[in-house]
């Protein structure tokens, strides 16, 4: 659907969860006596929600931070980037070849920055009372804010085999691998998920599997690179101060 969500959730330092988590004995009980006697933990993040909850609704601009997500998306790129060449990516494509399409990546994704970082300082300088605006102008700000995520969506699937995921950047694992993290949550599976498989095929001598998958692969590097222009003119702003 393309629209932009939080997830909020409780971590037991100094370790990720607690013992009995999602056992039989995770019970009220156990609640009560050893994860939040007094409820005070719950009530901080129930606070927390209601607080953000309450400054969405008096923003007049929608307070998503573009800017973060510049650089969140230049994070994710370089991780990828680590990732492909330890597979071995670069040498299956042609390291001149992956490094032009890994410089054209961070090329759009330097301008999605800029646009990104113009609609931020106007968003602040709104929401914080230095800067009035018009209604027609509010409209294009939180339109902008409020598509912004279905750029990076792809009606066709990250793949063929995965038509039902279509999140460029977000995805869930298809399967236990090196490249996601705990709860299969994989960036870039387009890109990934086909590297690995790539891998797999080749270990396995599969020469025609492997030449598929590298194809794909292909093809998920230029679904993402029309993903972030895309997101580039949506935050186009032409006309905003006609």
């Known amino acids: 659907l393309g629209i932009p969500v939080i997830d909020m959730k409780l971590e037991s330092a100094p370790l990720y969860t ?25 009530m901080a993040v129930g ?11 008096d923003s007049l601009i929608i307070p998503f931070n573009l800017h973060d997500y510049g650089l969140v998306l230049f994070d994710f790129v370089d991780r990828m980037d680590q990732q492909l060449e330890h597979i071995g990516i670069p040498n299956a494509i042609g ?26 300082q106007i968003t602040q300088s709104v929401n914080t009372g230095h800067e009035s605006i018009s209604i027609k102008q509010a409209e294009m700000l939180n339109k902008r804010m409020q598509t912004i995520e ?21 995805t869930s694992s298809s399967s236990n691998s090196i490249i996601d993290n705990d709860y299969g949550i994989l960036l870039f599976g387009g890109i990934l998920e086909p590297a690995l498989q790539w ?44």
Not at 150 to 170: D, K, V
């Open 150 to 170: 279905r750029a990076f969506i792809t009606e066709q699937g990250i793949y063929p085999e995965r038509t039902e995921f279509r999140h460029l950047i977000f």
């Open 95 to 120: 390291t001149k070849t992956y490094h032009i399409v890994m410089d054209n990546l961070r090329e759009a994704l330097t301008r999605f920055q800029v646009v990104a970082n113009i609609i931020q």
């Open 47 to 57: 606070q927390l929600w209601l607080e953000i909850g309450r400054d969405i609704a």
């Open 199 to 242: 891998h797999n095929a080749l270990s396995m001598g599969n020469l025609n599997k492997a030449k598929y998958w590298l194809k794909m692969l292909k093809i998920g590097f230029a679904k993402l690179h029309y993903g972030i222009e895309s997101a580039i003119l949506i935050l186009d702003i032409n006309g905003y101060y006609d």
């Open 18 to 42: 607690y013992m009995l988590y999602h056992t039989m004995y995770e019970i009220p009980w156990l609640l009560d006596n050893f994860v939040d006697q007094n409820y005070t933990a719950l």
